[in-house]
């Protein structure tokens, strides 16, 4: 009968099918070295007057068009005639990075720090990838600040700790103050402050270089310290090499490892659970080896907390303050010192729900912010395509965030307003800190940090330490972000696209927060390991 009959049944080929995955792959491959070749070959030939002039058009056409506050500082006549002479001066082709100097000087007239002009790197092939991560830059590892018009390295990760406090005099043949006054052209503050100029110079120091110079294998730096010069030539080494001999291996103890118990597996399972949450929780940093967010006490009695921030960014800010106030509660401390130096700004949600913990009283933390499109989270997000493929991709998911934000924008004294979450009445958190509030702010305290520190001296919350703001104290423009991809040189403008103001103003345009109590550390201080904003807020207190 046919239903005993006995088939055998024929094992599959798989060789058609590994053929046709293996060309896949060597074909994703060739279009990929093809896609960085061709990147590479862009960004370094000559780019001809034709292509230059449109890519400047392109710029200016995009601020005007978006830029909510284009005008506020540089009226359009001084405006449009910096743009002309840009594209006059424009006579001969260039490469992009040519270009890039001076176009960038052009747009940070603008004056609002969070436009600006960004290069194209060098792209890498898989394979030279995999070749340049075995290797670290030693220079890399530097940290510097600005004192005094000195560039001091602040830190170095970890790496040779003796070059801490050291001055950076020349990179290679380069004097360093040259290197920074050129540097200073390419970037703004917001409005007219110097103050974060020269934060955001020296700490952006190394990467200016690379833009620069491109990636070196070698780097001779001259250095003074204690009246003295010397010099260090800083390698790209081995990953896994140190300046410092390893210790050496003690044969007694090349023992195999003990197997641990299921308990100990538990117990060490469940620490490195902890562990991660806090890396999530305070928001710890990986490349510069430390937390976004930190508190402490300071004295036996803890009368005094700490609370350091470096930046409103990554991390669990919720559960971070709810767990931070709860300790200060608990310990019933009378003095808060809240640290916004060299804090570069952040979310906005994030410094309402810190100061929601300050409030005494309900509050409007900000205004509705002007903008130029109905739309920004959708012209930030589709701007952050790299390919076509990837903008098929996010296209998938405008539809949500359309209906996200059809609502939020409208009509308000013949100007077009975002509703913020946040421009909404709010009430102070049940446990709200009632004690003493003290902030410290620098040039480099921008962005989110400005209006954190002018809400807190507006409503007189707390005693303001340190340098003005690199952030105006009356509006920033920022939000969201527009990328536009310049279409020959490929050059990277971006620009903020919503006016961020809280209901406080000043008479004075396009300064920072003032300070109650100007203090600015010295190269004294620094060589005596001393913190003068610091230490006045703690003598305050004691008396």
């Known amino acids: 009968m046919f239903f005993n009959k006995k088939y055998k049944v024929k094992p599959l080929n798989h060789k058609p099918l590994i053929k046709i995955l293996y060309s896949f792959l060597v074909f994703v491959l060739l279009i990929s070295c093809a896609s960085v070749d061709k990147h590479n070959k862009q960004i370094t030939k000559l780019h001809n007057v034709e292509e230059l002039h449109k890519d400047v058009d392109v710029a200016y056409r995009k601020l005007q068009k978006l830029h909510p506050q284009l005008y506020l500082y540089t009226?359009?006549?001084?405006?449009?005639?910096?743009?002309?002479?840009?594209?006059?001066?424009?006579?001969?082709?260039?490469?992009?990075?040519?270009?890039?100097?001076?176009?960038?000087?052009?747009?940070?007239?603008?004056r609002q720090g969070h436009a600006g002009i960004s290069v194209p790197t060098k792209k890498y092939t898989r394979k030279e990838g995999k070749a340049l991560n075995k290797l670290k830059n030693e220079w890399s590892y530097l940290r510097f600040e600005n004192v005094e018009d000195a560039v001091l390295v602040k830190n170095t990760l970890g790496e040779d700790s003796t070059m801490v406090g050291s001055r950076v005099v020349k990179l290679g043949d380069d004097s360093v103050d040259d290197l920074l006054k050129k540097y200073k052209t390419y970037f703004s503050s917001d409005g007219y402050n110097t103050t974060f100029h020269n934060k955001y110079s020296a700490q952006k120091l190394a990467r200016y270089y690379y833009y620069d110079k491109g990636r070196l294998d070698s780097l001779e730096v001259t250095f003074s310290k204690n009246d003295s010069l010397y010099t260090k030539i800083f390698r790209r080494i081995p990953r896994d090499s140190t300046r410092f001999p390893k210790a050496k291996k003690d044969s007694l103890n090349d023992k195999k490892p003990i197997k641990k118990t299921k308990e100990e597996r538990k117990l060490a399972s469940k620490k490195l659970k902890k562990e991660l949450k806090d890396y999530h929780k305070y928001g710890y940093s990986y490349s510069e080896k430390y937390y976004n967010r930190n508190l402490d006490f300071i004295g036996e009695d803890s009368s005094v907390a700490y609370m350091k921030i470096?930046?409103?960014?990554?991390?669990?800010?919720?559960?971070?303050?709810?767990?931070?106030?709860?300790?200060?509660?608990?310990?019933?401390?009378?003095?808060?010192?809240?640290?916004?130096?060299?804090?570069?700004?952040?979310?906005?949600?994030?410094?309402?729900?810190?100061?929601?913990?300050?409030?005494?009283?309900?509050?409007?933390?900000?205004?509705?912010?002007?903008?130029?499109?109905?739309?920004?989270?959708?012209?930030?997000y589709m701007s952050r395509n790299k390919t076509v493929y990837g903008a098929a991709y996010k296209s998938l998911f405008v539809p949500f965030l359309f209906f996200k934000e059809v609502f939020k924008a409208h009509k308000k004294n013949g100007k077009l307003v975002y509703k913020f979450k946040e421009s909404k009445i709010a009430a102070p958190k049940e446990n709200n800190y009632k004690g003493n509030v003290?902030?410290?702010?620098?040039?480099?305290?921008?962005?989110?940090?400005?209006?954190?520190?002018?809400?807190?001296?507006?409503?007189?919350?707390?005693?303001?330490?340190?340098?003005?703001?690199?952030?105006?104290?009356?509006?920033?423009?920022?939000?969201?972000?527009?990328?536009?991809?310049?279409?020959?040189?490929?050059?990277?403008?971006?620009?903020?696209?919503?006016?961020?103001?809280?209901?406080?103003?000043?008479?004075?345009?396009?300064?920072?927060?003032?300070?109650?109590?100007?203090?600015?550390?010295?190269l004294e201080d620094r060589a005596n390991n001393y913190d003068p904003e610091l230490d006045w807020i703690l003598n305050s207190i004691n008396k």
């Not at 305290?445 to 303001?464: C, D």
Request: glycine fraction near 8%; charge should be positive; charged fraction near 30%.
């Open 310 to 380: 470096r930046s409103f960014t990554r991390g669990d800010y919720e559960a971070f303050y709810e767990e931070a106030f709860k300790k200060i509660d608990s310990a019933k401390t009378e003095n808060l010192i809240i640290d916004l130096r060299d804090n570069g700004g952040g979310r906005l949600v994030e410094i309402h729900d810190l100061y929601s913990y300050l409030a005494k009283d309900k509050f409007k933390f900000i205004e509705e912010g002007e903008v130029n499109t109905r739309y920004p989270m959708i012209k930030s």
């Open 75 to 110: 009226s359009k006549k001084e405006l449009d005639a910096k743009f002309k002479t840009l594209k006059d001066s424009i006579t001969e082709p260039m490469t992009t990075y040519a270009f890039y100097e001076k176009l960038a000087p052009v747009v940070a007239e603008v």
């Open 438 to 522: 003290y902030v410290l702010i620098n040039g480099r305290s921008f962005s989110a940090s400005s209006v954190f520190s002018n809400v807190i001296k507006a409503r007189k919350r707390g005693i303001i330490v340190g340098e003005e703001t690199g952030g105006a104290y009356n509006s920033t423009v920022a939000g969201q972000t527009k990328l536009v991809r310049l279409p020959n040189s490929k050059l990277m403008l971006y620009f903020g696209l919503m006016v961020l103001e809280t209901p406080f103003k000043t008479e004075i345009e396009g300064y920072g927060v003032k300070p109650d109590i100007v203090i600015t550390p010295t």
